[in-house]
């Protein structure tokens, strides 16, 4: 039996710093950003504080689909993505849900610790890797490990709206570490939520083996959460056809910059001819940019999907969590993947 790891795992890690609140005009601040004021501050559950953003000069938000996330760019120069977890039908505010990380980079301690109710902050506009299937799909399945269930509420807003078959299988550490429970009773008591604690022990939990053994013909899967939780649902998707199955990882193995052993290498763009050298100091993107290619990129730690970029030849060092094996055999994701020798782009 399989099952998952620690599911109270983090995910959203960024850099410590010291707060400075922004003053930036409630105006766009270029057509992608847009100054938000920190409406109010809700602690959902132990080490998980939820974040009402709402627009600084009080104007409708734009619009986002359930499974969306945004940036917020923090003072320090940190960007860290999260998930929507509001109604999409609220355009008067979002709500972004924060886990403090023990072991993160300053990112998740700084939302904790130094951002108030009346501060403002930068944010991008939303964007989704993560959408629910269309009305072709007959019913959802929903599987998420901590955290992970922030963009699963929003989803369940939107399929309540249609009505539609949805099932959410929410797994956490213990029930002072459940998020959202308010939210989700109701749910629970109609045997649309099922609840799981493993008490830190991978034995308990949910059979996510069992939960995945088969496919029914119009059932669209969903999951969410740390990495360990991930791979075992990953390990679990044979009887599932490729269509079928939407997930989001919270976090990547990053550009590996500071990994050690990195070593120098060439990037061929097949459309002019160009050899690049790649520093061990510096991504591919880095690389681009500087030459000017501009390669569109969001999360840069290999999570989101983005920067998905075709290649020719040569030999790849993947570091994403997006790929699927097969995908990796013509693709990379450039924000985070190395190379051995030289590697040619599709650019």
């Keep these: 039996m399989l099952e998952a790891a620690d599911t109270s795992d983090g995910m959203n890690g960024a850099t410590n710093g010291t707060m400075t609140i922004s003053t930036a005009s409630a105006d766009l601040i270029d057509k992608q950003k847009l100054a938000v004021t920190v409406s109010r501050i809700h602690d959902e ?6 974040f009402e953003l709402r627009s600084a000069d009080g104007r409708a938000l734009p619009p986002f689909t359930a499974g969306s996330h945004v940036e917020v760019h923090l003072p320090t120069g940190v960007i860290r993505s999260y998930s929507l977890c509001s109604d999409p039908q609220r355009h008067d505010h979002y709500v972004i849900s924060v886990l403090r990380e023990a072991a993160g980079r300053g990112g998740s301690s700084y939302m904790h610790d130094h951002v108030s109710v009346g501060d403002q902050l930068v944010i991008a506009a939303p964007r989704n890797h993560f959408p629910l299937a269309g009305r072709e799909a007959r019913f959802h399945l929903m599987l998420a490990g901590g955290i992970g269930v922030t963009p699963m509420i929003a989803m369940i807003a939107e399929l309540e709206r249609r009505g539609a078959r949805w099932q959410l299988h929410y797994c956490t550490r213990n029930p002072q570490r459940t998020a959202f429970m308010a939210q989700l009773q109701p749910y629970v008591d109609a045997g649309k939520v099922v609840l799981h604690h493993d008490e830190g022990d991978p034995t308990r939990g949910l059979d996510i083996k069992t939960t995945l053994a088969e496919f029914e013909i119009g059932t669209h899967l969903y999951f969410c959460g740390p990495p360990g939780f991930m791979q075992a649902c990953g390990a679990c998707l044979e009887p599932w056809p490729p269509h079928a199955v939407h997930r989001e990882f919270f976090a990547g193995s990053g550009t590996g910059l500071d990994q050690e052993g990195n070593e120098a290498f060439e990037i061929k763009l097949r459309r002019s ?35 998905i970029t075709r290649y020719l030849a040569g030999a790849p060092e993947h570091r994403d969590t997006v790929l699927s094996d097969k ?7 450039v924000c985070c993947a190395r190379a051995k020798g030289l590697l040619e782009l599709d650019l």
């Design 327 to 333: 995908e990796r055999k013509s693709y990379v994701m």
């Design 45 to 50: 559950a132990d080490g998980i504080r939820s």
């Design 273 to 307: 001819g160009t050899v690049l050298a790649v520093p061990a100091d510096k991504s591919i993107v880095d690389v681009l940019k500087l030459n000017g290619c501009d390669v569109e990129t969001d999360c840069n730690e290999g999570y989101c999907g983005t920067c």
